[in-house]
Nanobody
């Protein structure tokens, strides 16, 4: 019954900001580990960030560290990805995904560990 819906993508000039949202049904009692991934055409899917919503532990890929920030609003069953100082290389389809894991495992989990996925939201950054 877990369902995820991403929103907030769009087109932005380099240096601009976007905030992505991921609404998770059954939150917070169905799944406690939420990840953000991205994939550009012709490239491998890469992990962007992860959050364990119960303890609010977070992890970021080196390519986005210092520019992207995770947050959550439990009342809205929503995880946010604030993206600042956007670069053309950030252009990709962004997906949120969820699973159930303890904090340590959550912050090391990759694609194969996430059972539930959203449909994706496109982010395009132009120079």
């Amino acid at each position: 019954e877990v369902h995820l819906v991403e929103s907030g993508g769009g087109s932005m000039q380099a240096g601009g900001s976007l905030r992505l949202s991921c609404v998770v049904s059954g939150y917070p009692y169905n799944r406690n580990c939420v990840g953000w991934f991205r994939q550009a055409p012709g490239k491998w899917r890469e992990r962007v960030a992860r959050i364990h919503v119960d303890v609010e532990d977070t992890d970021y890929a080196n390519s986005v560290k210092g520019r992207f920030t995770l947050s959550q609003d439990n009342a809205k069953n929503t995880v946010y990805l604030q993206m600042n100082s956007l670069k053309p290389e950030d252009t990709a389809m962004y997906y949120c995904a969820a699973t159930s894991l303890p904090p340590y495992a959550c912050l090391q989990a990759d694609t194969d560990k996430f059972t539930y996925w959203g449909q994706g939201t496109q982010v395009t950054v132009s120079s």
